[in-house]
């Protein structure tokens, strides 16, 4: 994609690992999202961080952001077989007409 | 209250015919947009709606692709002399407000376009 990348595009763990994927951008954002879609629930919105901000967390997730590199992590800790999944990282071009999803991790987390 | 939802869930057209698809926003959010999620791909932005702003509409595919919202209700995506290439999930997701907020996307379960 011309506006950013994640990798890696597939990961495959064991229940109880933990998982970690990587976002890069190209442009300037005011703050970026996680996005987790299975066939089973669509789409689902899982935490936003600010510009401003550099870690966050909510519950097992916990998600950087490196404005100076533009990239971000989210790492899923102790990871189950109901996080299987693809995760997709979002922002808004800097003039907000646009929005881009990133191309996406699909994670397989193994019983 | 209801997500967002859309309609029809599944859409099966002839290459050439027009389609037209229908997204119902969450009551109360002033944004909507929509994308297109080609089979094992990411999503690609089309189009998005900002109160009664005009949409910019440059992300659009072609001239083909046309989007309508009426107020901060309803709004469709028409496919005019639809293409195999065509064929997708049409994704629609709502939010509070867009903009500089940016606020966190809800999506409705898409219809899947086939262009036989």
């Known amino acids: 994609s011309q506006q950013g990348e994640e990798d890696p595009q597939a990961l495959s763990i064991q229940e109880g690992e933990n998982a970690t994927m990587n976002c890069s951008y190209k442009?300037?954002?005011?703050?970026l999202q996680w996005y987790r879609q299975n066939s089973g629930r669509g789409l689902v919105h899982l935490i936003l961080?600010?510009?401003?901000?550099r870690e966050k967390h909510s519950g097992r997730l916990r998600v950087t952001l490196d404005t100076s590199k533009k990239s971000s992590s989210l790492l899923i800790t102790a990871s189950r077989a109901a996080d299987t999944a693809s995760y997709f990282c979002?922002?808004?071009?800097?003039?907000?007409?646009?929005?881009?999803f990133g191309s996406g991790t699909k994670l397989n987390v193994k019983p | 209250g209801a997500g967002v939802s859309q309609s029809p869930s599944n859409k099966v057209t002839e290459k050439g015919k027009d389609v037209e698809l229908r997204c119902d926003p969450i009551s109360g959010h002033t944004a909507l947009y929509w994308y297109r999620q080609r089979l094992g791909q990411g999503l690609e932005f089309l189009i998005y709606?900002?109160?009664?702003?005009?949409?910019?509409k440059s992300g659009l595919p072609s001239d083909r692709f046309s989007a309508e919202r009426t107020g901060e209700s309803v709004s469709t995506l028409t496919i005019q002399r639809t293409q195999q290439e065509d064929s997708a999930v049409y994704l629609c997701?709502?939010?509070?407000?867009?903009?500089?907020?940016?606020?966190?996307?809800?999506f409705g379960p898409g219809t899947r376009l086939t262009v036989l």
């Open positions: 997701a709502s939010s509070l407000s867009g903009g500089l907020a940016f606020d966190t996307q809800y």
């Open positions: 979002a922002w808004a071009l800097y003039n907000f007409n646009k929005f881009y």
């Open positions: 709606f900002q109160g009664n702003s005009a949409p910019d």
């Open positions: 961080i600010r510009s401003n901000e």
């Open positions: 442009t300037s954002i005011n703050n």
